[in-house]
């Protein structure tokens, strides 16, 4: 795993921005895998810079969104429908054919489940997925004791989960307590992965799914057995790394390397 440590979020975002576009530079129809929550919306504003300044370009990309809510319609202000929309979507050139994000109303789960992984495959399968973490080490809505070979399915979000998510709702009662997910099987065979975090409520997160054991208990930690893995976090939330000095060695490091 490549560790990059920025000075705070504005430069993590820069960071993950310019990773994005070097994808969609070398593969201009690149299949994107995105996450919601507070985490990515500096990389999703620095997209849309690069796109209104620099001319990137969405208009063959296709996406996969990680989960949605169980119950949410799309128009709901905290839908992951109406957040990518309103924080990106509609701020670029993609094509709305070419976008896939999990429905929260569907009455079959199972049947939309295993046609949105089969949709994943047709499509090629995901070359950069976007990831942020949770502050109990989960990635996408896979809640500590998720298997690390779990596909997309419905899911029960934990109690600490529902805490964290609070503050977007007027009140705690008012956030579901289920949701459709790519399953961390799912995440780990996207071609290329980018893990975000900042802030100091991120460190021990952080910390354990880098540097702690693989465990479902923290399934960010399953990210060590991917093969292309960065994350981009800045200094609050890589806090709590042992190998901290050594992550920041290695990346001064690598302009000279051969």
């Given amino acids: 795993m490549e560790i990059i440590i920025a000075d705070d979020a504005d430069q993590m975002s820069r960071t993950a921005a310019r990773i994005v576009r070097r994808v969609l530079n070398a593969k201009p129809n690149a299949v994107l895998g995105l996450a919601t929550g507070s985490t990515p919306l ?45 924080n990106l979507f509609r701020h670029v050139n993609i094509a709305p ?7 929260g109303t569907t009455d079959n789960s199972a049947a939309f489940c295993a046609w949105y992984e089969e949709r994943i495959r047709q499509c090629g399968g995901i070359d950069l997925q976007i990831l942020g973490i949770g502050s109990d080490g989960h ?58 975090a900042n802030g100091p409520h991120k460190a021990d997160a952080v910390a354990a799914a880098i540097e702690g054991p693989v465990t479902s208990m923290i399934t960010a930690s399953a990210l060590q057995l991917h093969r292309d893995v960065t994350a981009v976090i800045d200094r609050d939330s890589a806090a709590q790394l042992k190998m901290r000095d050594y992550y920041v060695w290695v990346q001064e490091k690598m302009v000279d390397a051969p």
Avoid: C
């Fill in 42 to 86: 500096g990389l999703y504003r620095e997209l849309v810079r690069m796109h209104r300044e620099e001319g990137l370009d969405f208009s063959q990309v296709t996406t996969f969104n990680l989960d949605e809510y169980v119950g949410l319609p799309k128009n709901h202000p905290q839908s992951y429908h109406w957040f990518m929309h309103e």
């Fill in 139 to 196: 990635i996408a809505f896979n809640e500590p004791s998720s298997s690390l070979g779990s596909r997309t399915r419905i899911k029960t979000l934990a109690q600490q989960t529902i805490r964290d998510n609070a503050r977007f709702f007027a009140s705690i009662d008012q956030v579901p307590i289920y949701a459709i997910t790519m399953g961390v099987g799912t995440i780990l065979e996207a071609k290329k992965i980018v893990l975000l």
């Fill in 97 to 103: 054919q070419n976008i896939y994000i999990p429905l």
